[in-house]
């Protein structure tokens, strides 16, 4: 895979400039941490950025999670693989799952703690409960690419680093939009400030601290 | 996904549908079907207009019928509304809307003839019903805020108008407009039992085989309801509203000693009306419901529930066709029209078409009710639909289907059907007036025989048949936690 490269985007809503034009290339195998705050374009940079790679079959983890209530947990999972299934498969498996997939989502389920809900409808989780879904999801879809949009935002403590640890592991190059500064830090190697709708600052997080990123907010 | 209590119900309900169908009667009797559906569609597609004058008569008076009558219903209807917590309001209400407009009209007809007023009672008061009961559950769902920081004195009348009207008005409005195309349909079809509107006119056309003629009646017709958002105009309605009752033709004069024959002699029970005391009645009760209705009963259960399931099939079936994240524009537009035809054509007239075309057997009956009714849903699970944003990465096609948007709507999908549930057995048992043997056959076949105090019982039964459901229908609604609200309902 080759490098990603944003040339001049922008994005509008009517005939309000809401992001750019701005320029950013990705290295692969690099996780970026776009930091600003709220309103300053972060979603909108990530949902151009899924339009302008959507060949390369990019995971997107969107800030509402796009989750099926009434599907279950192991369902919702699933739909991250529906394009790796023919349709009559999956019908199937909306009736009645396949072992070798359930054996293949549980330990994802496990590993996030929320084994124990795999059957349960999703409308019936909490929003942290309904956060680790979706990254499951996106965990299981697989691929080179993840853009996510504050995945860990319903989330504290060590659950939010466990979940932040999986989605980094689990994808070598991910986009990720994120408040929590700290984390963001800990987990990226590069930080995109957003200001704007413009980069405001483009740095390695080896070199930038929790204060670097004030003037940002 | 099977411990889901939805899921489940659905499929105890088809399983149900199934062992009916091992029971109901669908057979072919006619000699030539498809080239009477040949000829019919002939009909449509090359309409002869040229009978101008009973054309412009049979739309004229199906649409007088139509206002005066649900006019009058919802007048009456926002009255009632506003004393609804009444006990007896609402069981008033939920009896006279039981009963079918037909079934009203049959009624009306033994005393007041073929007079106009006939035709306006049979369509005001069923709706009066449903108004009073709709209008009450959109005015509790305004906000109770306002009202209860108005200033002490305001008077209950300008209260009401400035706090919960005013909140209320534009879902009053909504649902009053849908009611009127509902009153179209509805008249057209009182020209079946004799009133001068349009499927009185259509039946004289069938039985001489003018299918030219069926053919520019029934265009005229859905032309007449997909464009009634260009002609019904808030300004435009006091106009209608004054000149309907002009246009109602003049019809037969009533007779008064009809009216209290009827009253007093027609309706009371044979073995009343010779002295033969309580035991004569029991007897004449005990035989009328082992020869007519529990037979009737019977076979309008078997076809409410065969034609339910249909419905719901083709109605999942079919909302993608309005549905954007299905569609495109052309082929959008072109699913809306196929939607608006199949609503449009209100289903006793679409059941006597295809009587005439198949034969009496219950697949005309079961074919009509899931056409129309289907069409109906689809097109509210379509809208519903269209509200939902799907994530920027949704599968397509099946997949974005099943997995997207299906079991999103299959909860409101549910609501609507359970509410249709009792429309759906009110139509089938009135199909029996067109010789499938569902209760409505066992009252036409007693008016026939001038025997009031039958067809009376058998009217009452079905009513409370309908009633029975309702209340098993909202049960069903709440233990699955079917959110329904008044502005949902068609």
């Given at each position: 895979m080759s490098a990603l490269a944003l040339r001049d985007a922008v994005a509008e809503y009517g005939t309000i400039r809401v992001l750019g034009p701005l320029s950013l290339t990705l290295a692969v195998g690099e996780h970026v941490a776009l930091v600003g705050k709220s309103g300053a374009g972060k979603s909108t940079l990530l949902s151009?950025?899924?339009?302008?790679?959507?060949?390369r079959g990019p995971a997107l983890m969107p800030q509402d999670l796009g989750l099926v209530p009434t599907l279950s947990v192991f369902h919702n999972v699933y739909m991250g693989g529906l394009s790796r299934h023919h349709g009559w498969y999956n019908l199937v498996t909306l009736a009645r799952p396949f072992r070798r997939d359930v054996h293949a989502i549980m330990p994802l389920l496990e590993h996030l703690d929320i084994a124990d809900k795999c059957w349960t409808p999703v409308g019936e989780l909490s929003g942290g409960e309904r956060q680790r879904v979706a990254a499951a999801r996106a965990i299981h879809q697989g691929g080179n690419l993840l853009l996510a949009d504050e995945p860990v935002s319903a989330l504290d403590g060590p659950l939010a680093e466990q979940l932040m640890a999986a989605l980094t592991t689990a994808y070598p190059t991910a986009v990720l939009a994120m408040h929590d500064v700290e984390l963001?830090?800990?987990?990226?190697?590069?930080?995109?400030g957003i200001a704007d709708g413009c980069i405001a600052l483009d740095e390695p997080s080896?070199?930038?601290?929790?204060?670097?990123?004030?003037?940002l907010y | 996904?099977?411990?889901?209590a939805t899921v489940r119900t659905s499929l105890g309900f088809i399983a149900l549908a199934i062992a009916c169908a091992f029971?109901?009667?669908?057979q072919i009797s006619t000699q030539a079907p498809w080239q009477e559906l040949g000829r019919l569609m002939l009909g449509l597609v090359m309409p002869d207009f040229l009978a101008v004058d009973f054309l412009g008569e049979a739309l004229l008076r199906t649409l007088a019928f139509a206002f005066v009558g649900v006019g009058l219903g919802a007048f009456t209807g926002l009255l009632l509304a506003l004393v609804f917590h009444s006990a007896w309001v609402r069981t008033g209400c939920a009896f006279v809307r039981a009963i079918h407009e037909l079934f009203w009209a049959l009624i009306f007809l033994q005393f007041f003839g073929l007079h106009p007023l006939t035709g306006v009672l049979a369509i005001a008061i069923p709706y009066a019903g449903i108004f009073a009961k709709v209008y009450a559950e959109i005015l509790d769902e305004t906000d109770p805020q306002p009202a209860r920081v108005l200033p002490q004195g305001s008077g209950r009348v300008s209260g009401l108008a400035f706090t919960r009207l005013s909140q209320a008005w534009p879902h009053l409005v909504n649902y009053t407009s849908y009611r009127l195309e509902c009153g179209l349909?509805?008249?057209?079809v009182l020209g079946f039992v004799g009133m001068p509107t349009l499927g009185y006119y259509l039946e004289s056309a069938f039985a001489q085989g003018l299918y030219g003629s069926v053919g520019a009646l029934l265009i005229l017709f859905y032309v007449l309801i997909a464009t009634l958002k260009l002609w019904v105009r808030p300004r435009l309605l006091p106009f209608y509203l004054l000149a309907a009752p002009f246009l109602l033709g003049s019809g037969l004069p009533i007779v008064w000693s009809n009216v209290s024959r009827f009253f007093t002699q027609d309706i009371v029970p044979t073995p009343l009306r010779n002295g033969e005391g309580i035991s004569g009645l029991m007897t004449w009760l005990l035989d009328l419901m082992t020869t007519q209705a529990l037979p009737g009963i019977w076979n309008t259960l078997l076809l409410t529930q065969i034609a339910l399931v249909i419905t719901g099939t083709l109605a999942m079936m079919l909302f993608p066709l309005i549905s954007r994240h299905f569609t495109g524009r052309i082929s959008g537009t072109l699913g809306h029209v196929a939607l608006v035809v199949m609503r449009s054509t209100p289903e006793y007239l679409l059941a006597f078409i295809l009587?005439?075309?198949?034969?009496?057997?219950?697949?005309?009956?079961?074919?009509?009710?899931?056409?129309?009714?289907?069409?109906i849903i689809a097109h509210l699970v379509g809208q519903r639909s269209n509200q939902l944003t799907l994530r920027q990465d949704a599968p397509r096609g099946l997949d974005r289907y099943a997995y997207e948007v299906a079991p999103r709507v299959y909860g409101p999908f549910l609501a609507l059907l359970f509410y249709r549930w009792e429309i759906i057995m009110r139509e089938t048992a009135i199909l029996g007036i067109l010789g499938i043997a569902t209760l409505g056959f066992y009252v036409d076949s007693a008016i026939q025989e001038i025997r009031f105090d039958r067809a009376l019982v058998l009217i009452l039964i079905t009513a409370l048949l309908n009633i029975g459901v309702d209340i098993l229908a909202r049960r069903l609604r709440s233990r699955l936690?079917?959110?329904?609200?008044?502005?949902s309902e068609p």
């Open positions: 151009v950025m899924f339009d302008r790679w959507r060949d963001a830090l800990r987990f990226t190697d590069r930080v995109v080896l070199r930038l601290s929790a204060q670097d990123l004030l003037p | 996904m099977w411990q889901s029971f109901a009667d669908f349909r509805s008249s057209a009587l005439q075309l198949w034969g009496p057997s219950m697949l005309p009956a079961v074919v009509a009710l899931a056409l129309h009714n289907g069409g936690r079917l959110r329904h609200t008044a502005t």
